[in-house]
């Protein structure tokens, strides 16, 4: 069953307390989705409760801190969502990191942030949240964030990045038949340059993935010249993955 009205569905948006997270999260709110906020940065989450209150949104909105590469975590979170709240209908694999520098220089360390997150986070949340979609039988979405770079060479040393993007891209065009099979709705989004706290990337690396990388004073530095950026509205990136969920589409590019 695809999704057609949002009344009387849970949404489960990982990073979804900022940035692109956070305007899909007031999107499926405004129209009458119950919404799961998941993300890794409390001071994140309290500012996004904060703002989707602030619009009237507040009864329709939760959250709970999750870091989507932590398995057993997620694991855990998919069975109380289960059990407390039903299960969920459209999930919405947001959560991700920007991952800046040469490839050339990068160690392990940058690999397994960079595809840890981007990649194995939508990898964790399919394997946790789509064996009880399907068992509801509700039918329902699955919303991957992918980005333009996936798809084209950006400025900047995004190789990380863009591999990680790029899979993510390729695994939702090929997933979208096995869903579809299942009732189960698929699009990809495809953002360009949206207003977010990507480059916030070096605060949300573990410590123990920061020893001897050289991305990590790089992302620094880019996160100080974005500042001020006149990039996308999420709110505005929010409201197209509405739109697609319901006409079912593919692709969703800003
Ligand atoms: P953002 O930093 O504002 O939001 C991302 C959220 O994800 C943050 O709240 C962060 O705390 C959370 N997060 C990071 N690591 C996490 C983890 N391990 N577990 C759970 N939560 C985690 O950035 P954004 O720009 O809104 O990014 C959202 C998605 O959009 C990302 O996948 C990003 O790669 C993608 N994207 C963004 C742009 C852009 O221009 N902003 C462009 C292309 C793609």
Redesign the pocket.
């Given at each position: 069953m695809a999704i057609t009205s949002f009344a009387g569905r849970n949404a489960f948006v990982?990073?979804?307390?900022?940035?692109?997270?956070?305007g899909i999260a007031k999107a499926l709110a405004k129209r009458d989705a119950f919404v799961i906020i998941?993300?890794?940065?409390p001071d994140?989450i309290g500012k996004a409760l904060k703002a989707m209150t602030a619009e009237g949104l507040g009864e329709s909105v939760i959250a709970m801190e999750?870091?989507?590469?932590d398995r057993a975590a997620y694991a855990d979170a998919a069975r109380r969502l289960d059990d407390e709240l039903g299960g969920v209908d459209i999930l919405v694999n947001?959560?991700?990191?920007?991952v800046e520098g040469p490839v050339l220089e990068a160690t392990y360390a940058d690999w397994d942030f960079g595809l840890g997150?981007?990649l194995g986070?939508v990898v964790n949340g399919l394997q946790s949240i789509l064996p009880q979609m399907i068992a509801h039988g509700r039918g329902g979405h699955v919303v991957n964030?992918?980005?333009?770079?996936a798809s084209v060479v950006m400025p900047g040393h995004l190789a990380i990045?863009a591999a990680g993007?790029a899979a993510v891209l390729n695994l939702s065009e090929n997933m979208r038949a096995d869903l579809a099979a299942k009732g189960i709705g698929c699009s990809v989004?495809?953002?360009?340059?949206?207003?977010?706290?990507?480059h916030?990337?070096a605060r949300?690396r573990p410590a123990h993935l920061r020893e001897g990388s050289g991305f990590v004073a790089s992302e620094q530095a880019l996160a100080k010249r974005v500042v001020g950026n006149d990039?996308?509205d999420?709110d505005l990136v929010g409201e197209m993955v509405a739109d697609a969920i319901v006409a079912n589409e593919l692709y969703v590019i800003t």
């Amino acid at each position: 069953m695809a999704i057609t009205s949002f009344a009387g569905r849970n949404a489960f948006v990982t990073g979804g307390a900022s940035g692109i997270g956070l305007g899909i999260a007031k999107a499926l709110a405004k129209r009458d989705a119950f919404v799961i906020i998941a993300d890794l940065r409390p001071d994140h989450i309290g500012k996004a409760l904060k703002a989707m209150t602030a619009e009237g949104l507040g009864e329709s909105v939760i959250a709970m801190e999750l870091d989507v590469t932590d398995r057993a975590a997620y694991a855990d979170a998919a069975r109380r969502l289960d059990d407390e709240l039903g299960g969920v209908d459209i999930l919405v694999n947001n959560a991700g990191v920007g991952v800046e520098g040469p490839v050339l220089e990068a160690t392990y360390a940058d690999w397994d942030f960079g595809l840890g997150v981007n990649l194995g986070g939508v990898v964790n949340g399919l394997q946790s949240i789509l064996p009880q979609m399907i068992a509801h039988g509700r039918g329902g979405h699955v919303v991957n964030t992918a980005s333009l770079a996936a798809s084209v060479v950006m400025p900047g040393h995004l190789a990380i990045y863009a591999a990680g993007k790029a899979a993510v891209l390729n695994l939702s065009e090929n997933m979208r038949a096995d869903l579809a099979a299942k009732g189960i709705g698929c699009s990809v989004l495809c953002p360009g340059f949206v207003r977010s706290n990507i480059h916030e990337a070096a605060r949300n690396r573990p410590a123990h993935l920061r020893e001897g990388s050289g991305f990590v004073a790089s992302e620094q530095a880019l996160a100080k010249r974005v500042v001020g950026n006149d990039w996308m509205d999420p709110d505005l990136v929010g409201e197209m993955v509405a739109d697609a969920i319901v006409a079912n589409e593919l692709y969703v590019i800003t």
